[in-house]
């Protein structure tokens, strides 16, 4: 089958899944108030920071008794913060269905060594079934899996009057996806995800459900400085006032503002969302009226909106062994990244052989759907090249 080459392009050919495109219009001229060479525990820094954490309450609709704090190591730092200091004091349920669920359960199983874990475990583009968890238990799990393309229906699965910690890993669900935080206890995420911020920065937030277990209760293990977040039993409130336990780049900082205000100028949280739910109906709309391709997420109830993640279902395709599947798609992914039509597509190196595409906030819908037309377009290039050299 040939195809012409499509006439519309992608004005924006960023489809990472993380780090993420900058928000449209973004430049860093928008950035010119940073305080570059100041410290951060200067008033000029400290404002930036506690600014950054207000907004964050703001356009995330975040309750005004959870501490938010910024934290490092981006969302890796925020959940281990997280499983290090709150682990322990009573059974875990580990949710798994993709490869950062999986890296938690490593974590909890061999470095912690919890032998009260209890793991419930979905292959990719599933999840458990979330009626078995437990919820005497603290519960463990992600709520947008980044490299499955699944996420959770919604919250109403956690029940309100549960005796654990819920502590959810929503580094790709934040700011594009609406969450009951009265459901959650902990909530980490990364700037460099819906908001397209940059790297290295974490963010903890935290209930006072949470907060009560971290000033009662004592790990038996050895807490390194960059997890204590109390002192004598007493929460470092500083913390969550912009006093961060290490130094963050003010670059980085006023990157994460500019983000958070052009996302509060669109509407909010609900504004985000919107455009992330528009995208994925556009992907939707395609792969509706296409025979080559699928998500890999069968059900529409846990299908993600922004790592938007698809296989190769064309029959001469998916009979190919699982190695020459994977070179398929690679060499479809570089295709297109060679017209400069889409960047970093391919699958996650753990995920089934298959293509992410970033349909987040800071997406818009007329470069999805320009992609859409050149994924056809390079489908029909891969599939005949491979049938030429066979």
């Known amino acids: 089958m040939t195809i012409s080459t499509p006439a519309n392009r992608p004005a924006n050919p960023n489809f990472s899944s993380g780090p993420c495109a900058k928000r449209p219009g973004w430049s860093l001229q928008n950035l010119k108030d940073a305080p570059l060479g100041r410290s951060h525990r200067a008033k000029v820094g400290k404002v930036k920071l506690k600014l950054a954490i207000d907004l964050t309450r703001e356009v995330l609709q975040v309750p005004a008794d959870y501490r ?16 290090w200091s709150l682990l ?33 475990k979905a292959g990719y583009g599933e999840i ?64 460099q995800k819906v908001l397209g911020g940059e790297a290295a920065h974490g963010m903890l937030i935290l209930s006072p459900r949470a907060v009560e277990r971290l000033q009662t209760y004592t790990p038996p293990w050895p807490m390194p400085k960059i997890f204590r977040m109390t002192n004598n039993g007493k929460l470092i409130e500083g913390i969550f006032v912009g006093d961060t336990i290490n130094t963050p780049s003010m670059l980085c900082v006023e990157d994460y503002i ?17 455009r992330a739910d ?24 846990i299908r993600s909106n922004t ?12 009979s190919l062994p699982e190695d020459a599947q994977a070179k398929f798609v690679k060499d479809l992914a570089a295709l297109l990244e060679k017209e400069k039509i889409a960047f970093d597509i391919d699958g996650y190196r753990d995920a089934p052989a298959g293509l ?35």
Request: proline residues 3%; glycine residues 8%; hydrophobic residues 50%.
């Open 356 to 390: 992410r595409v970033w349909c987040g906030s800071t997406i818009e819908s007329d470069d999805v759907t320009a992609l859409t037309e050149w994924l056809d377009w390079a489908f029909a290039q891969t599939k005949a090249a491979l049938a030429k050299a066979a």
């Open 68 to 83: 938010i704090g910024i934290v490092p190591a981006s969302d890796t730092g925020a959940v281990e913060m997280a499983l």
């Open 307 to 318: 790592s938007v993640c698809l296989k190769v279902v064309d029959p001469a395709i998916a």
């Open 128 to 191: 458990p079934d979330l009626s078995t968890v437990n919820f005497d238990n603290d519960v463990v799990f992600t709520w947008n899996g980044t490299t499955s393309g699944v996420r959770v229906p919604n919250a109403d699965w956690i029940p309100a009057d549960r005796k654990g910690l819920t502590i959810c890993d929503a580094t790709s669900a934040c700011f594009a996806q609406r969450m009951d935080f009265s459901k959650l206890d902990v909530v980490t995420f990364s700037w």
């Open 88 to 120: 322990g004091a009573r059974g875990v349920d580990m949710l798994a269905w993709e490869s950062f669920g999986e890296g938690w359960v490593t974590d909890v199983a061999k470095q912690l060594k919890l032998k009260d874990a209890r793991i419930l």
């Open 258 to 274: 500019d983000a958070l205000q052009w996302g509060k100028s669109i509407g909010g949280l609900e504004g985000l969302a919107g």
């Open 278 to 301: 528009s995208n994925l109906a556009v992907m939707a709309n395609w792969v509706r009226k296409t025979d080559w391709v699928d998500f890999l997420a069968s059900s529409p109830a």
